[in-house]
Nanobody
């Protein structure tokens, strides 16, 4: 089992920056990759970014590339999502997820952290 706890969300203004954190505990040594997803009101949850734990290889949703940066701190078992130049359309609940293998769905999810961007 892997437990994930997100933090760092809040109410910000357009143009601000925010850093979300996701602390992992439990069988973190089995983690292959971690990712961030988001779900805006009335929309389906969408993938935002992922990082492979061992290599730090990163991949992003095209629409956020250049503004969002995913990173990880192995010592703290924590993954971060730095969001710059926030836009109202970034408003969503942001979820952290972890997967144990290269293929298949994400196995573990956090409870989410709300990001609200005012114009």
């Amino acid at each position: 089992q892997v437990q994930l706890v997100e933090s760092g969300g809040g109410l910000v203004q357009a143009g601000d920056s925010l850093r979300l954190s996701c602390a992992a505990s439990g069988r973190t040594s089995s983690t292959f990759a971690m990712a961030w997803f988001r779900q805006a009101p009335g929309k389906e949850r969408e993938f935002v970014a992922r990082i492979i734990w061992s290599t730090a290889s990163m991949y992003y949703l095209d629409s956020v590339r250049g503004r969002f940066t995913i990173s990880r701190d192995n010592a703290k078992n924590t993954v971060y999502l730095q969001i710059n130049s926030l836009k109202p359309e970034d408003t969503a609940v942001y979820y952290c997820a972890a997967k144990l293998s290269r293929t298949g769905a994400y196995d573990y999810w956090g409870q989410g952290t709300q990001v609200t961007v005012s114009s």
